[in-house]
T-cell receptor, first 114, second 115 residues
Framework: KAGVTQTPRYLIKTRGQQVTLSCSPISGHRSVSWYQQTPGQGLQFLFEYFSETQRNKGNFPGRFSGRQFSNSRSEMNVSTLELGDSALYLC?????????????FGSGTQLSVL | AQSVSQHNHHVILSEAASLELGCNYSYGGTVNLFWYVQYPGQHLQLLLKYFSGDPLVKGIKGFEAEFIKSKFSFNLRKPSVQWSDTAEYFCAVNAINGGSYIPTFGRGTSLIVHP
């Protein structure tokens, strides 16, 4: 089975721009969640999608949004980029949404905002 | 809001030493608990998890963790570490609230094991 695939691997953007990150979950997984990882804050939960619906959301501003398609692939969008958005963005997939399933993580997208 | 504290940010051990990494969380309701590990150059992967039953759970590679509800703790242990255990370790808590949950991760503990 292929693992969780995130594209692109690296991104460089400037302040004010917007960016879209993509995540393809493991085949058969219906839940996709997104995390921001920084050295100072660690891993912070952004949101989670299950069957094309956002079911859980962390404490991030509305500039961070996402969606999930019928094939479970997910995209995350960040608008009006700020320097503080520079981070590794991780996607994880799991079979369901009960909160006790194992998460399978991708390699992440390293976003640098200049 | 719930939080997860990992008290040791950096741990350095020699091979065969015993390991205990602390993890405490703040949430009074139902929780699911996890330890993830990230080996150098690899993805985060699950070490072990607890959601019900025996509070002492065993994971991969000889790791175990004990859930102590009264102390809001889920410490990770290994009796004898190996050089290959060098990695970043993350404690995670899913605070269950009705049908939804919010995953919260600790900031991680960097473990270096000297051969």
């Amino acid at each position: 089975k292929a693992g969780v695939t995130q594209t692109p691997r690296y991104l460089i953007k400037t302040r004010g721009q917007q960016v879209t990150l993509s995540c393809s979950p493991i085949s058969g997984h219906r839940s996709v969640s997104w995390y921001q990882q920084t050295p100072g804050q660690g891993l912070q939960f952004l949101f989670e999608y299950f069957s094309e619906t956002q079911r859980n959301k962390g404490n991030f501003p509305g500039r961070f949004s996402g969606r999930q398609f019928s094939n479970s692939r997910s995209e995350m969008n960040v608008s009006t980029l700020e320097l503080g958005d520079s981070a590794l963005y991780l996607c994880a997939s799991s079979l369901g949404q009960r909160g006790n399933e194992k998460l399978f993580f991708g390699s992440g997208t390293q976003l640098s905002v200049l | 809001a719930q939080s997860v504290s990992q008290h040791n940010h950096h741990v350095i051990l020699s091979e065969a030493a015993s390991l205990e990494l602390g993890c405490n969380y703040s949430y009074g309701g139902t929780v699911n608990l996890f330890w993830y590990v990230q080996y150098p150059g690899q993805h985060l992967q699950l070490l072990l998890k607890y959601f019900s039953g025996d509070p002492l759970v065993k994971g991969i590679k000889g790791f175990e963790a004990e859930f102590i509800k009264s102390k809001f703790s889920f410490n990770l242990r290994k009796p004898s570490v190996q050089w290959s255990d060098t990695a970043e370790y993350f404690c995670a808590v899913n605070a269950i609230n009705g049908g939804s949950y919010i995953p919260t991760f600790g900031r991680g503990t960097s473990l270096i094991v000297h051969p």
